[in-house]
């Protein structure tokens, strides 16, 4: 079974500055995704970011990149130029891929980010 | 398209009594996945369907918890003699597949209060 691990409970950041949230994960699986979903409060949860993890790039999405170190198996969010707007939980997630089975998601334990102006 | 809809957005029930919610997922997403947020943690996956076939279930679901699909469009889940401990946010979303690392579109959830 997967385990995802989020060891920030609760982070913040200066208005138009950078932050990183950490992720680590388990798995004995080679190949899997790996996602950071944003859920704003009494908001519905929208997908940031994700990774390919037979892809070495790193992605990115803006204002968002993803750390991915495979061997560590540790996969981090860096936020840049925080936004008022960026304010939420947000939860790693790791999925194994099966054609055949269902895609669940397996969720971290989430961070709540704090941007201040 | 409107999105991943669910009904009702909140439940207050009292303990020992039956409750249903409803998904209507994105129209032409074949997958349908339910999961449970209690508050601070993140999803834990119940169930999923593709179609109509209901595929995988998590050893969370116990037998008071059931959930359908007919017709592949939208679902239901429905938690009998609720108990305190079912209280949490529960949350669907669904995604077109197979294959792919396809993303998977979650609706505002139905907010579970047992009393």
């Known amino acids: 079974a997967q385990t995802v691990t989020q060891s920030q409970p609760e982070m913040s950041v200066q208005e138009a500055e950078t932050v990183t949230l950490s992720c680590t994960y388990d798995t004995s699986e080679s190949n899997y995704y790996l996602f950071w979903y944003k859920q704003p409060p009494s908001r519905q949860m929208i997908l940031v970011i994700r990774q390919e993890a037979y892809k070495q790039q790193n992605a990115t999405e803006n204002r968002f990149s993803v750390n991915f170190q495979k061997a560590a198996k540790s996969f981090s969010l860096k936020i840049s130029d925080s936004q008022l707007g960026d304010t939420a939980m947000y939860f790693c997630a790791f999925m194994k891929p099966a054609d055949n089975a269902g895609n669940m998601l397996t969720f971290g334990g989430g961070t709540r980010l704090m941007v201040k102006p | 398209d409107t999105g991943v809809s669910q009904d009702p957005r909140h439940k207050i029930t009292k303990r020992g009594q039956n409750v249903t919610f409803r998904c209507d997922p994105i129209s032409e997403h074949n997958r349908l996945y339910w999961y449970r947020q209690t508050l601070g943690q993140g999803p834990e996956f119940l169930t999923y369907?593709?179609?109509?076939?209901?595929?995988?279930k998590s050893r969370l679901l116990s037998d008071r918890f059931s959930a359908e699909r007919p017709k592949g469009s939208f679902s239901t889940l429905e938690i009998q003699r609720t108990e305190q401990g079912d209280s949490a946010m529960y949350l669907c979303a669904s995604s077109q597949g197979p294959g792919g690392p396809n993303e998977q579109f979650f609706g505002p959830g139905t907010r579970l209060t047992v009393l």
């Open positions: 369907f593709q179609n109509e076939a209901q595929l995988e």
